[in-house]
C-alpha cells in the first residue's frame, strides 16, 4: 500500500521561498505521474503542478508559471516542490497524489489520482 507524507509547509512572507516535500513508502514512484494540489479555504482543489510517468512536466495554473518548480528524487522516493516569489493568494493546504498506475500523463483532474497524502498547510502572510 503507498503512503505518501507531505511535509515542509509554514508561514512565509510574500515574496519568499519555501520547498515543500511528498515521502512516499510502499513502491517506487519513478514511473508513476506524481501532482501537488492545493485547497484554499471555501475553494474547490486545483491542480498546481505535475511531473508524469513519461518524464514530462508541467504546471497546471497559470499563474504559478515561471515560480514554482516540480521535481522528483528517485533515489529518496521524494517529490518536491520548489515555490518562489509567493504571493497571498498560494496560501492553502498543499496535498501530493499519484496516479493509479504506472506511465500515467500528467492531468490537472483530481479524480485521476488514486493515492492522496494528508496535506502540509503553506501560509504567506506578512
Known amino acids: 500500500q503507498l503512503q505518501l507524507v507531505e511535509s515542509g509547509g509554514g508561514l512565509v512572507q510574500p515574496g519568499g521561498s519555501l520547498r515543500i516535500s511528498c515521502a512516499a513508502s510502499?513502491?517506487?514512484?519513478?514511473?508513476?505521474?506524481i501532482a501537488w494540489f492545493r485547497q484554499a479555504p471555501g475553494k474547490e482543489r486545483e491542480g498546481v503542478s505535475c511531473?508524469?510517468?513519461?518524464?514530462?512536466?508541467?504546471n497546471l495554473l497559470n499563474s504559478v508559471e515561471g515560480r514554482f518548480t516540480i521535481s522528483r528524487d528517485n533515489a529518496k522516493n521524494t517529490v518536491y516542490l520548489q515555490m518562489n516569489s509567493l504571493k497571498s493568494e498560494d496560501t492553502g493546504i498543499y496535498y501530493c497524489a499519484v496516479s493509479p498506475r504506472p506511465r500515467a500523463w500528467c492531468s490537472a483532474g483530481a479524480t485521476d489520482y488514486a493515492y492522496w497524502g494528508q496535506g502540509t498547510q503553506v501560509t504567506v502572510s506578512s
Open positions: 511531473i508524469g510517468g513519461p518524464r514530462t512536466m508541467a
Open positions: 510502499g513502491f517506487p514512484l519513478d514511473n508513476f505521474a
